[in-house]
Nanobody, 114 residues
């Protein structure tokens, strides 16, 4: 049974930082590209960042230089370090993996506000 469990969301002031985690089970974690998406109210879900098994990374332009995706294969966990957060980063953040079917986590809320 595949499970993706996100954590680390919360309320943070603009300019602050958060680190999201996504713990995976039931998959060949080290052999898969892992993805972080986000969805703000009224918006489509968008790809934020991805990391390949070889640790190559990609980012949406709006987060380049502020967010960093990383992975710990020993812990089957992917991270999203988010710095210099802006109100427009407010969204539910999801991790995703494709191993045959596509699997999503339940999401973690990130709110950037005073």
């Amino acid at each position: 049974q595949v499970q993706l469990v996100e954590s680390g969301g919360g309320l943070v002031q603009p300019g602050g930082s958060l680190r999201l985690s996504c713990a995976a089970s039931g998959i060949n974690f080290s052999g898969n590209t892992m993805y972080w998406y986000r969805q703000a109210p009224g918006n489509q879900r968008e790809l934020v960042a991805s990391i390949t098994p070889g640790r190559s990374t990609k980012y949406v332009d709006s987060v380049k230089g502020r967010f960093t995706i990383s992975r710990d294969n020993a812990k089957n966990t992917v991270y999203l370090q988010m710095n210099s957060l802006k109100p427009e980063d407010t969204a539910v953040y999801y991790c995703k993996v494709i191993e045959g079917p596509t699997y999503w986590g339940q999401g973690t809320q990130v709110t950037v506000s005073f």
